[in-house]
Protein backbone atom coordinates (compact mmCIF):
# COMPACT_ATOMS: atom_id res chain seq x y z
CA UNK A 1 0.00 0.00 0.00
CA UNK A 2 1.31 3.28 -0.77
CA UNK A 3 0.04 4.52 2.74
CA UNK A 4 2.92 5.88 4.96
CA UNK A 5 0.99 5.92 8.54
CA UNK A 6 -1.38 3.72 10.20
CA UNK A 7 -4.12 6.34 10.01
CA UNK A 8 -3.87 6.60 5.99
CA UNK A 9 -3.76 2.68 6.01
CA UNK A 10 -7.11 2.51 7.88
CA UNK A 11 -8.98 5.02 5.73
CA UNK A 12 -11.00 3.63 2.98
CA UNK A 13 -10.27 4.87 -0.48
CA UNK A 14 -13.21 7.22 -2.02
CA UNK A 15 -14.33 5.70 -5.49
CA UNK A 16 -17.83 6.79 -5.77
CA UNK A 17 -20.65 8.52 -4.45
CA UNK A 18 -24.11 9.00 -5.25
CA UNK A 19 -27.39 9.99 -3.45
CA UNK A 20 -29.77 7.35 -3.10
CA UNK A 21 -32.70 9.28 -2.10
CA UNK A 22 -33.51 6.78 0.77
CA UNK A 23 -31.97 5.59 4.46
CA UNK A 24 -30.06 2.25 4.24
CA UNK A 25 -30.42 0.43 7.02
CA UNK A 26 -28.51 -2.91 6.56
CA UNK A 27 -25.85 -3.87 3.71
CA UNK A 28 -25.21 -7.54 3.47
CA UNK A 29 -22.73 -9.35 0.67
CA UNK A 30 -24.90 -11.85 -1.57
CA UNK A 31 -27.46 -11.78 -4.92
CA UNK A 32 -31.15 -11.59 -5.43
CA UNK A 33 -30.09 -15.03 -7.85
CA UNK A 34 -28.75 -17.90 -8.05
CA UNK A 35 -25.97 -18.12 -10.70
CA UNK A 36 -24.93 -20.97 -12.61
CA UNK A 37 -21.81 -21.82 -13.96
CA UNK A 38 -21.79 -21.56 -17.78
CA UNK A 39 -24.85 -18.78 -17.51
CA UNK A 40 -24.26 -16.31 -20.20
CA UNK A 41 -24.24 -13.43 -17.64
CA UNK A 42 -22.24 -10.23 -17.04
CA UNK A 43 -18.88 -10.49 -14.96
CA UNK A 44 -19.30 -8.82 -11.57
CA UNK A 45 -17.75 -8.78 -8.43
CA UNK A 46 -18.46 -7.73 -5.28
CA UNK A 47 -21.55 -7.80 -5.29
CA UNK A 48 -23.78 -6.05 -2.02
CA UNK A 49 -26.96 -5.63 -1.50
CA UNK A 50 -28.71 -2.66 0.71
CA UNK A 51 -32.07 -2.58 2.12
CA UNK A 52 -33.50 0.78 2.92
CA UNK A 53 -35.95 1.67 5.58
CA UNK A 54 -38.74 2.38 2.81
CA UNK A 55 -38.80 -1.20 1.62
CA UNK A 56 -36.42 -0.82 -1.19
CA UNK A 57 -33.54 -3.56 -2.13
CA UNK A 58 -30.50 -1.71 -4.18
CA UNK A 59 -27.37 -3.83 -5.53
CA UNK A 60 -23.79 -2.34 -5.75
CA UNK A 61 -21.27 -4.21 -7.55
CA UNK A 62 -18.47 -4.05 -10.14
CA UNK A 63 -18.42 -4.66 -14.03
CA UNK A 64 -15.90 -4.15 -15.98
CA UNK A 65 -14.83 -0.95 -16.96
CA UNK A 66 -15.98 -1.13 -20.69
CA UNK A 67 -19.46 -1.98 -20.09
CA UNK A 68 -19.63 0.50 -17.31
CA UNK A 69 -18.42 3.34 -19.80
CA UNK A 70 -21.22 1.86 -22.11
CA UNK A 71 -23.85 2.18 -19.38
CA UNK A 72 -22.83 5.63 -18.62
CA UNK A 73 -22.70 7.05 -22.33
CA UNK A 74 -26.24 5.32 -22.22
CA UNK A 75 -27.40 6.62 -19.11
CA UNK A 76 -26.24 9.92 -20.19
CA UNK A 77 -27.93 10.17 -23.44
CA UNK A 78 -31.16 9.07 -21.24
CA UNK A 79 -31.20 11.61 -19.14
CA UNK A 80 -31.18 14.06 -21.68
CA UNK A 81 -34.12 12.49 -23.74
CA UNK A 82 -36.38 11.54 -20.89
CA UNK A 83 -37.77 14.21 -18.42
CA UNK A 84 -38.01 13.63 -15.17
CA UNK A 85 -41.17 13.60 -12.83
CA UNK A 86 -41.05 17.02 -12.03
CA UNK A 87 -38.58 18.09 -14.41
CA UNK A 88 -35.61 17.69 -11.70
CA UNK A 89 -32.44 17.37 -13.53
CA UNK A 90 -30.61 13.89 -12.98
CA UNK A 91 -27.21 15.01 -12.28
CA UNK A 92 -28.90 17.17 -9.05
CA UNK A 93 -31.34 14.53 -7.89
CA UNK A 94 -28.31 12.04 -7.72
CA UNK A 95 -25.74 14.74 -6.04
CA UNK A 96 -24.00 13.44 -2.84
CA UNK A 97 -24.81 15.87 -0.32
CA UNK A 98 -22.65 15.76 3.28
CA UNK A 99 -22.56 18.23 5.80
CA UNK A 100 -19.35 19.61 4.62
CA UNK A 101 -19.58 19.17 0.64
CA UNK A 102 -21.08 18.54 -2.48
CA UNK A 103 -20.33 16.07 -5.11
CA UNK A 104 -22.03 15.24 -8.32
CA UNK A 105 -22.43 11.21 -8.40
CA UNK A 106 -19.58 9.66 -9.94
CA UNK A 107 -18.50 5.54 -9.88
CA UNK A 108 -22.49 4.34 -9.97
CA UNK A 109 -24.85 3.86 -13.11
CA UNK A 110 -28.54 4.44 -12.18
CA UNK A 111 -30.66 1.34 -12.88
CA UNK A 112 -33.54 3.13 -13.04
CA UNK A 113 -32.47 5.21 -15.53
CA UNK A 114 -31.15 2.20 -18.12
CA UNK A 115 -34.12 0.74 -17.47
CA UNK A 116 -35.99 3.81 -18.65
CA UNK A 117 -34.86 2.71 -21.81
CA UNK A 118 -37.27 0.15 -21.89
CA UNK A 119 -40.09 2.61 -21.86
CA UNK A 120 -38.86 4.42 -24.97
CA UNK A 121 -40.61 3.98 -28.47
CA UNK A 122 -38.77 2.30 -31.21
CA UNK A 123 -37.35 5.75 -32.86
CA UNK A 124 -36.51 6.98 -29.55
CA UNK A 125 -34.42 3.80 -28.96
CA UNK A 126 -32.91 4.19 -32.24
CA UNK A 127 -31.98 8.22 -31.75
CA UNK A 128 -30.61 6.98 -27.95
CA UNK A 129 -28.16 4.32 -29.17
CA UNK A 130 -27.18 6.28 -32.23
CA UNK A 131 -23.15 6.28 -32.06
CA UNK A 132 -22.80 3.99 -28.59
CA UNK A 133 -20.50 1.54 -28.53
CA UNK A 134 -18.91 -1.22 -26.64
CA UNK A 135 -14.94 -0.82 -26.84
CA UNK A 136 -13.94 -4.62 -25.83
CA UNK A 137 -10.90 -3.94 -23.30
CA UNK A 138 -10.18 -7.37 -24.13
Same mark, same amino acid.
Given at each position: ????????????????????????????????????????????????????? /?? #???? !???????? &??? $???????????????????????????????? /?? #???? !???????? &??? $???????????????????
Amino acid at each position: SAANTEEERSQMTEVGHIHLGEHVNIMRHGSLVMQHLGDNTVQHSGSILMGTV /EG #SIKL !ITQIPQDL &FDL $LQELQSKLTKKIKSVGRIDHSYYRMFRAQRKD /EN #SQGF !IDGDVIES &FLD $LDRESMEEVCENLVRVDSS
